[in-house]
């Protein structure tokens, strides 16, 4: 049996590598100059490979088409996915937040040993699918010049995210060929700008252990961790994660609580004894006990209380005004930045489309979609790149069904 697979990114060498090493002929066509050029900057360069976490928890870290991967990811788990480069040879260590990453913290060892694995795989560089369509049971694939046959194609083009790795939307210019229905793509794990002028005075700015409130109409989240301050926006894992949860059209609100372990009346208690120890300072210098020394002066003012004001002089009214903006300093949300820059694309391939346990096409047998080209995507941590082996291994084990 001959087979195709369309993209040579994680998704695609590890279905490629999966099926040659069980005897099929794969051919992997990949667009750039070499594979794997996304996995390549994943993870700041060190590639967040996989979460080792339980199969439930998994899918609670996806925020759509965790029903659709159940299937998916009890057939390979993150377990399976850290034993799999184990055995390959690969080195891995787990960090914070259970993130497996590794240990040469080089993300080109991860492209490294997939294509190990796949150096069965018949693998052509920088070309492009002209057309593909079906005819007789087989599938006719123009490729520069020539038309080739195949009786599989797997489609792992990734989506619409970090466009200059290849991610342009290939795979779903071949869903809508066959008549397939496409899920408009939008940001997902994007920076969030915010309208309030002070950012650019925090650029750089990294926040820890503080909790991100999001308030949409009736939708409630919060998120705890780490964020980043940039020059017009928040980045950084928690501002990330929400990121993938707000929808443009709705009413949005967005707050950091400063101090997520303390209650207002802890707050208070908190603000009397550094006031009491502080008589004679001003606001200023006691606030930098309690928040980051460039964070003072923009939460002072954007309370309106002068910082030069001495403790002493601080009024009730005031000091409940600092613990309510503690726990819950508002930002003015902007919009999302744009797709191009996301993590991960949201939307891709209508999973009603799919068949979960195979991730056949429904409507065309021996057509296949796995990875981000499907409407998946999940919060930061390792879980995306899983989504991609878990869908891969899916496919590989069930395509001669």
């Known amino acids: 049996m001959k087979i195709l697979v369309i993209g040579g990114g994680a998704s695609g060498l590890m279905v490629g590598g999966l099926l040659s090493n069980r005897g099929y002929h794969v051919t992997i066509c990949e667009r750039n100059e070499k594979c794997g050029k996304k996995i390549y900057i994943t993870g700041k360069g060190r590639c967040n490979l996989t979460n080792n976490c339980s199969q439930d928890e998994f899918l609670n870290n996806v925020v759509r088409g965790n029903k659709f991967l159940i299937s998916a990811i009890n057939q390979f788990s993150p377990k399976d996915t850290i034993e799999f480069f184990e055995r390959l040879g690969l080195k891995l260590k787990e960090e914070r937040g259970r993130r497996v990453f590794p240990l040469s913290d080089k993300a080109s060892d991860v492209t490294k040993y997939l294509l190990k694995n796949a150096e069965k795989c018949e693998i052509i560089l920088n070309q492009r699918i002209e057309s593909i369509f079906k005819e007789d049971n087989k599938f006719k694939v123009k490729l520069g010049l020539n038309t080739l046959e195949f009786d599989k194609v797997i489609i792992a083009t990734g989506g619409k995210s970090y466009p200059s790795t290849g991610s342009s939307g290939d795979g779903y210019k071949i869903a809508k060929d066959f008549n ?33 409130k999001l308030e949409m109409g009736k939708i409630k989240k919060e998120f705890f961790g780490e964020m980043l301050f940039t020059n017009d926006a928040i980045s950084g894992p928690i501002a990330l994660s929400m990121s993938s949860f707000i929808e443009d059209k709705q009413k949005i609100k967005i707050a950091i609580d400063f101090k997520p372990a303390l209650t207002e ?12 120890a502080n008589l004679n300072k001003n606001i200023l210098n006691v606030m930098k006990n309690l928040l980051p020394n460039r964070f003072v002066d923009v939460f002072l003012e954007n309370i309106n209380i002068d910082n030069k004001v001495e403790t002493n002089s601080i009024t009730k009214e005031q000091r409940i005004k600092i613990i309510k903006s503690l726990k819950n300093f508002e930002l003015e949300f902007d919009k999302l930045y744009p797709i191009e820059t996301g993590v991960v694309t949201r939307g891709g391939v209508d999973l009603k489309e799919i068949n979960p346990k195979t991730m056949e096409c429904k409507k065309v047998k021996g057509l296949y979609f796995i990875g981000e080209v499907l ?16 869908t891969a291994f899916a496919c590989a084990n069930n395509i001669e069904l």
């Open 180 to 212: 397939i229905n496409i899920i408009s793509q939008r940001s997902a794990l994007v920076p969030i700008k915010i309208k309030n002028k002070f950012c650019n005075k925090l650029e750089g700015l990294s926040l820890k252990n503080v909790v991100l």
């Open 265 to 276: 009346k802890q707050l208070n208690d908190r603000l009397l004894r550094e006031f009491s």
């Open 375 to 390: 409407d998946i995507d999940c919060l930061t941590g390792g879980y995306n790149l899983q989504s991609c082996f878990s």
